[in-house]
């Protein structure tokens, strides 16, 4: 699940669920290397109305990268409020990820859902997870895998998703199947000219957020 992806892009437990701190479904919980998490509230503070939670820590590898939990907003427990707190987050977000499973990843009326959250179309990154279940139980190979969850992507969501932005892993194996991609896809280094472009980009995006705020 999400809680194992982030510890395990970390290298360590830093997530509030595995550090006794409580569970974080429920507000947006903002994981940052504590040397960045003063600029990321001036940042986010542009924004009065939006509500989360900052959990800071010392890894290095994670330095300049802010992960972000969303509330659950695709399970009939959720309250509608988990939706509306995790789609006020758009105009931060340079990236979505969608963390799934085989069996979870075909409800196509989770769509308008995600749309709500993710900043683009080519943004949207789809993990799904427990690929070790289903390749040493035999089921399907790895190429084989990444077939279907790309047919399913495609069907069910975007014709022209890109086969790219779909990763299939074990949080629990970060050696194997794509969690090494995964990783250098959204841990690498960042040159000075993709991180100015970003935050024009978040400006920009929580302007015009602002902007609809008003007129609502």
Not at 17 to 32: A, L, M, Q, S
Not at 118 to 142: C, R, Y
Not at 174 to 193: A, C, G, M, T
Request: proline content about 5%; overall charge neutral.
């Amino acid at each position: 699940g999400k809680t194992t992806l982030i510890n395990a892009l970390a290298g360590s437990t830093i997530s509030k669920e595995f550090r006794g701190i409580g569970p974080g479904t429920h507000t947006p919980v903002i994981y940052v290397h504590h040397d960045d998490a003063p600029l990321l509230r001036e940042r986010l503070s542009v924004d009065p109305g939006l509500e989360f939670e900052v959990v800071t820590h010392d890894r290095e590898v994670l330095r300049h990268v802010a992960l972000v939990d969303l509330p659950d907003f695709d399970s009939k427990r959720n309250l509608p409020d988990h939706a509306r707190r995790a789609s006020a987050f758009k105009p931060h977000l340079d990236a979505f990820i969608w963390v799934t499973t085989v069996r979870k990843i075909d409800h196509p009326e989770l769509l308008r859902q995600m749309q709500s959250v993710s900043p683009k179309k080519e943004n949207f990154i789809a993990v799904v997870t427990f690929a070790d279940e289903v390749i040493q139980s035999g089921k399907d190979s790895l190429d084989g895998l990444r077939r279907l969850c790309l047919e399913k992507m495609r069907g069910l969501y975007f014709a022209d998703f890109a086969a790219d932005n779909l990763f299939t892993v074990c949080t629990l194996d970060k050696r194997s199947y794509d969690f090494p991609s995964l990783e250098e896809r959204l841990v690498r280094q960042h040159s000075p000219e993709e991180i100015a472009e970003r935050r024009q980009r978040t400006a920009l995006r929580s302007t015009i957020a602002n902007i609809a705020l008003v007129r609502e």
